[in-house]
């Protein structure tokens, strides 16, 4: 059985970083692309980034180029959210999900079939 598992998420200031870990088992990374989502309270959940194990290409939301990073560690079967410069915005609760596909991409959630059970990122003014 798939398992993502995230930690990470803390109440921070605004202008603070935060790293964001996502640990699979079960044989999720035969899934090839993983990403991140997030869901604020009455919002919809967004893609936020994603990555291709294998070939390394990555996506961002718009609202995060240059301040978030998406990697991941294939030996310890982890990958990892660094979030810098967090903004009040950012307060969401964060999921890891796995797709299989090949291209790395958030336009459908749908294809993301396996999902973490969040972690809370708090970012205050």
């Known amino acids: 059985q798939v398992r993502l598992v995230e930690s990470g998420g803390e109440s921070v200031q605004a202008g603070h970083s935060l790293k964001l870990s996502c640990i699979a088992s079960?044989?999720?990374?035969?899934?090839?692309?993983m990403g991140w989502f997030r869901q604020a309270p009455g919002k919809e959940r967004e893609g936020v980034s994603c990555?291709?194990?294998?070939?390394?290409?990555?996506c961002y939301a718009d609202s995060v180029k240059g301040r978030f990073t998406i990697s991941v560690n294939n030996r310890k079967n982890t990958f990892y959210l660094q979030m810098n410069g967090l903004k009040p915005e950012d307060t969401a609760l964060y999921y890891c999900?796995?797709?299989?596909?090949?291209?790395?991409?958030?336009?459908?959630?749908?294809?993301?079939?396996?999902w973490g059970q969040g972690t809370q990122v708090t970012v205050s003014s």
């Open positions: 999900a796995a797709a299989h596909i090949t291209r790395a991409n958030m336009s459908r959630q749908d294809l993301y079939e396996f």
């Open positions: 079960g044989r999720a990374f035969e899934t090839y692309v």
């Open positions: 990555i291709n194990i294998m070939t390394d290409n990555t």
